[in-house]
């Protein structure tokens, strides 16, 4: 290494040669690259979210409509016959519980679990889950099982 071949770390220099606004003998003095008036031009400028140059904006076109209850509760479903394939693949035994549906990946920890009624269930089991539908704990019932409502 010598004088002819030192060069500054990469990133170092910033090879902006324009000097804004630092006079008109610069070349980029008075409107400092901004141009003539306009709320661009001035200071503390800063362009709403959404702002379409005066023309009304796309949120504001496109129509809205319905409703959304704020108050709804969203629930994942579990059907008996996912359950009675559990039973049958001896992942279950006698209990379908709370922390055994999260372990099996049928819901996540945080979410509401809804028993639902499509398929038959063979098996006695008792199963825990925040809501049921009638026919599903009609089903679980009728098989000798038990519904706990947590």
Same mark, same amino acid.
Request: hydrophobic residues 35%; aromatic residues 4%.
């Given at each position: 290494?010598?004088?002819?071949?030192?060069?500054?770390?990469?990133?170092?220099?910033?090879?902006?040669?324009?000097?804004?606004? #630092?006079?008109?003998?610069?070349?980029?003095?008075?409107?400092?690259? #901004?141009?003539?008036?306009?709320?661009?031009?001035?200071?503390?400028?800063?362009?709403?979210?959404?702002?379409?140059?005066?023309?009304?904006?796309?949120?504001? #076109?496109?129509?809205?409509?319905?409703?959304?209850?704020?108050?709804?509760?969203?629930?994942?479903?579990?059907?008996?016959?996912? $359950?009675?394939?559990?039973?049958?693949?001896?992942? $279950?035994?006698?209990?379908?519980?709370?922390?055994? $549906?999260?372990?099996? #990946?049928?819901?996540?920890?945080?979410?509401?679990?809804?028993?639902?009624?499509?398929?038959?269930?063979?098996?006695?089991?008792?199963?825990?889950?925040?809501?049921?539908?009638?026919?599903?704990?009609?089903?679980?019932?009728?098989?000798?099982?038990?519904?706990?409502?947590?």
């Amino acid at each position: 290494m010598d004088l002819s071949n030192l060069k500054p770390a990469e990133g170092s220099v910033n090879n902006n040669s324009k000097r804004i606004g #630092r006079g008109q003998g610069s070349g980029k003095g008075g409107t400092a690259t #901004r141009g003539h008036k306009g709320a661009k031009s001035r200071s503390g400028y800063s362009r709403k979210i959404g702002f379409e140059g005066g023309q009304m904006p796309l949120q504001r #076109r496109v129509p809205k409509f319905g409703f959304t209850n704020i108050n709804r509760k969203e629930y994942q479903g579990i059907n008996l016959d996912v $359950i009675q394939e559990l039973v049958d693949g001896k992942k $279950i035994k006698d209990s379908l519980d709370f922390n055994s $549906i999260i372990e099996l #990946r049928l819901a996540r920890k945080n979410e509401l679990v809804k028993i639902l009624g499509r398929g038959e269930l063979k098996a006695k089991i008792k199963v825990s889950a925040h809501k049921f539908t009638a026919t599903a704990k009609n089903a679980i019932e009728a098989a000798g099982g038990e519904v706990v409502i947590l």
